[in-house]
């Protein structure tokens, strides 16, 4: 096996593993969709205003940045933009999205 080809398994094998870790962690939730338009759009059933996030096209940076073998990394600009719309929406969700008290 040349070098090359060795350290590609191994992050490929790293990406597996902190996938498991992640799926022990999260094995009593419900299960998880990650399409943030999707989730605004589900959203904006309750609260009109989540209509109005541009998310530009955060779903496919999520997704490329999880496998090793793409070589793309985001320009420190783009993750900054990325993390910002992010933070935005979380704090949009934790304001909005009120449940009630049991």
């Known amino acids: 096996m040349t070098h090359d080809l060795q350290q590609y398994v191994k992050e490929w094998l790293?990406?597996?593993?902190?996938?498991?870790?992640?799926?022990?962690?999260?094995?009593?939730?419900e299960p998880m969709i990650h399409d943030t338009d999707f989730l605004l759009s589900e959203c904006s059933q309750l609260d009109p205003?989540?209509?109005?996030?541009?998310?530009?096209?955060?779903?496919?940076?999520?997704?490329?940045?999880?496998?090793?073998?793409?070589?793309l990394l985001p320009e420190p600009?783009?993750?900054?933009e990325y993390l910002e719309i992010a933070?935005?929406?979380?704090?949009?969700v934790k304001e909005r999205i009120v449940f009630p008290v049991s």
């Open 49 to 71: 205003v989540f209509d109005t996030i541009d998310t530009l096209n955060i779903n496919d940076f999520a997704v490329r940045i999880r496998y090793p073998d793409t070589g």
């Open 77 to 80: 600009g783009e993750a900054k």
């Open 14 to 29: 790293q990406k597996a593993n902190n996938d498991l870790l992640a799926a022990h962690r999260l094995i009593d939730i």
């Open 87 to 92: 933070t935005n929406v979380s704090n949009l």
